[in-house]
Structure formats: structure tokens, C-alpha cells
């Protein structure tokens, strides 16, 4: 890469301003062959490698270190710079935070670290367990699974901390034929009724085009806040400003979306944005 890509040290790096980054994109996306332009727009969106990292959820043996992690994050970002369109409607941000995060589930997912005799032991110990369910009613302690494989219990517990899986929601059970992702089988006890969607519906339609009409700066702090869930310390740092500032955009950007939308919205879009 043209310029030094240090992951610690974010805040060093010099943000271009919301028209700079307009044009890179436009340069972009007209010759995608430009590396050097490749390579600074990776610069400008390594906030989201960290912010993925920071939040994706799972126990990791001690063979993944955070550079691993890093690498398989920056990987994905490159492949979203490459691949993103700006036609199909989604904002770069939420297409990025996908793919990296996709990339380092699929990294992990790809090298099996367990040995084969291990995961034979650890077969072994989960069908001792559900035997011990059955007969006992209830799931087996630790103690009792330990002394039923005659082992000691420190070293159960150090074969179980190797059954580390990386799931997701999307995920398929069941057989081939028969299969459905893990997500369907979640039930939702806040289901809307179909008047309660097309309300929504409606209130986020006018919420988006309210949102478009906002500056660049604030329309992306209001989606990092309330889409991707950062804290107003965080995306100071991803914006390069300071917190309070961020807090004032904020507040800004509240009164200028109530402002616009005070002459058509529902009970429920006043509601959303209080």
C-alpha cells in the first residue's frame, strides 16, 4: 500500500473531508485499476476493521492472535472497496461492516485448529453427557462428567475450552432436505401485525429521505449511532473530532430531522426520533 497502515494508532491518520472523500469515490469507481486511490480509501475506512473486531463475539484459541483478526478484517475491507457499487442503494459503511465481518467468520470457519483425536475425545465426552442427562434428569455437572470419563476435572475442562464454534444466526439445522436457518426458528414476540408494518414501512421511508437531506458528517454519525450501535466516544474517533463536538452534531442533527419532518410525521415517527 502506498501509505503506512497502522491499526493502533487510527488516530493518526489525517480524515479527509466529507467533498475530499466524495471525490476519491468518484475517482474511484470511474478507474477501480487505481491502487494508489485503493489503498487511501482503506485508509479512510479502517475504523470499521477495528469496530467489527471489537464487538464480533466469540472464543478464540490462543492460535488466533489480534493481527490474525486484523488481517482477515482488512482482507474484507479491501474486497467491499473493490466490489462496491454505489448504484444498488446501500451505504458504503453497511456493505463494509458485512463483508469484514463475513471475511473473518469464514477465515476462522476455514482452519480447523482442533486435532482429530481431540475432536473424537470431545464427541466422546458430549455423548457421556447426554447419557448422564438421561439418567440423572438433568445436564451433568462438570464433577459428574469428569469422574463418568475418569479424567480430572481440570483436564475436562481443558478439552471442552477446545470445542470453540464460531455461529451465526444464519447458520442452517435440520437435514438438506429439511434445513432452515437458525434465524426462522427465533420467535418474535414483538411481531407487528400487518397494519403495524405498512406504518413502519411508511416511517421509514419518510425517515430516509429526511436522512438524505442531512449533511454528509451528520447523516453518518446518526447511522453509526443508532445503525451500527458505536458510542459517541467511538465515532468522535472514527470522524477525528471530539466527543462533545459529536454530541453536538447529534443534537443538531435530531432538531434538523424533526424539523423536517414536522409536517407530515406520524405519532409513531415523532416517537422514533425523540
Not at 489503498?39 to 463475539?57: A, F, N
Not at 459529536?246 to 415523532?270: E, F, G, P, W, Y
Amino acid at each position: 500500500m502506498s501509505e503506512e497502515l497502522e491499526y493502533n494508532s487510527y488516530s493518526k491518520i489525517k480524515r479527509l473531508s466529507d467533498e475530499e472523500l466524495t471525490e476519491l469515490w468518484h475517482v474511484y469507481l470511474a478507474d477501480k485499476s487505481q491502487k494508489t486511490l485503493r489503498d487511501k480509501l482503506i485508509i479512510q475506512y479502517i475504523y470499521l476493521t477495528r469496530y467489527v473486531i471489537g464487538r464480533i463475539k466469540m472464543n478464540l484459541p490462543a492460535t488466533f492472535t489480534l493481527e490474525d483478526i486484523t488481517s482477515y478484517g482488512v482482507e474484507g475491507l479491501i474486497d467491499a472497496i473493490e466490489r462496491y457499487t454505489p448504484d444498488k442503494g446501500a451505504r458504503f459503511e453497511t456493505y463494509a461492516l458485512m463483508r469484514i465481518r463475513g471475511a473473518i467468520i469464514d477465515k476462522i470457519r476455514s482452519q480447523d485448529w482442533i486435532p482429530r483425536s481431540t475432536r473424537r475425545k470431545i464427541k466422546e465426552v458430549k455423548l457421556v453427557g447426554e447419557k448422564l442427562k438421561q439418567s440423572l434428569g438433568r445436564a451433568a455437572t462438570t464433577t459428574e462428567l469428569a469422574n463418568a470419563m475418569h479424567m480430572e476435572k481440570d483436564k475436562l475442562e481443558a478439552l471442552l475450552s477446545e470445542d470453540t464454534q464460531i455461529g451465526s444466526i444464519y447458520d442452517k439445522k435440520g437435514t438438506a432436505d429439511e434445513s432452515v436457518e437458525i434465524i426462522d426458528t427465533i420467535q418474535d414476540d414483538n411481531l407487528q401485525n400487518p397494519l403495524e408494518q405498512l406504518v413502519d414501512k411508511d416511517v421509514k421511508k419518510e425517515l430516509q429521505f429526511a436522512l438524505k437531506r442531512l449533511p454528509e458528517r451528520e447523516r453518518m454519525i446518526m447511522v453509526l449511532y443508532y445503525h451500527e450501535n458505536m458510542t459517541l466516544k467511538e465515532i468522535g474517533e472514527a470522524i477525528n473530532v471530539s466527543e462533545s463536538r459529536v454530541c453536538q452534531l447529534h443534537a443538531q442533527a435530531i432538531m434538523k430531522l424533526k424539523n423536517i419532518l414536522s409536517t407530515s410525521r406520524t405519532d409513531r415517527l415523532k416517537q422514533s426520533i425523540v
